[in-house]
């Protein structure tokens, strides 16, 4: 089964980077690397995700280890509005989508 | 937003007594998953589905029983409810294509308390 592994907190200033590392130990070619995050009282959204190469969209940037054993989630300056709980996981057989036990992002002024 | 509903959104039940959940979408996405999230565990998945009538099992599957008869609808039963099973249960669902794998919508959730 899918082994992935997030620090369980991190804390950042307001309006600097943060890097919020996962390590995707079971990965195999072919499985997709996911991120979510988790506002109170909401179920999880969309972050961003990618198969081998980098990805940036209007929220994050994703970067991918060449062993893809690993990816960071970037956050280019935080806001006290990314303060969340944010999931790493990735796609399996069969598309079973699975994840870490999440990191749970401070922000701080 | 995409659509998708839980339902019930709340529920207490007793010790030993059947529970069903459903998920239900609008989205015609060919993947549906449930997920249980308790503290320290983040979320773990319990049973998926790929298709109608396909499913497989999660990471927590023991005590849980999934269905699919049609495209919509994914069922999540708890066959004899116990204590264990109190927790917040998320839907999700995602499609893939040519282009790979897009975006999962999750619902917002049920809230299921074993008395």
């Known amino acids: 089964d899918a082994k992935t592994t997030q620090p369980n907190s991190m804390e950042s200033n307001e309006e600097e980077p943060v890097h919020l590392p996962c390590n995707h130990s079971t990965i195999s070619g072919t499985d997709y690397i996911h991120w979510y995050r988790q506002l109170p009282s909401q179920g999880p959204e969309y972050v961003i995700h990618g198969l081998t190469s980098n990805v940036n969209n209007r929220m994050a940037s994703l970067a991918i280890a060449e062993d893809r054993k690993s990816s960071t989630l970037i956050l280019h300056r935080a806001t006290l509005r990314d303060a969340a709980v944010y999931y790493c996981g990735h796609t399996g057989t069969a598309s079973k989508l699975t994840f870490g036990t999440g990191t749970r992002l401070q922000v701080t002024l | 937003d995409a659509g998708i509903t839980q339902s019930p959104r709340h529920k207490v039940t007793e010790t030993g007594t059947p529970v069903t959940l459903r998920c239900h979408q609008t989205?015609?996405?060919?993947?549906m998953y449930w997920y249980r999230q308790d503290p320290g565990h983040g979320l773990r998945l319990i049973h998926y589905?790929?298709?109608?009538?396909?499913?497989d099992k999660g990471e927590v599957s023991d005590g849980y029983s999934v269905s699919r008869s049609k495209t919509e609808d994914f069922l999540l039963t708890l066959e004899s409810a116990t204590s264990s099973q109190t927790s917040v249960y998320f839907c999700?669902?995602?499609?893939?294509?040519?282009?790979?794998?897009?975006?999962?919508?999750f619902g917002q959730g049920t809230r299921l308390t074993v008395v």
């Open positions: 989205e015609n996405h060919r993947y």
């Open positions: 999700a669902i995602s499609e893939s294509g040519t282009g790979g794998w897009t975006e999962a919508f």
């Open positions: 589905s790929y298709g109608v009538k396909d499913t």
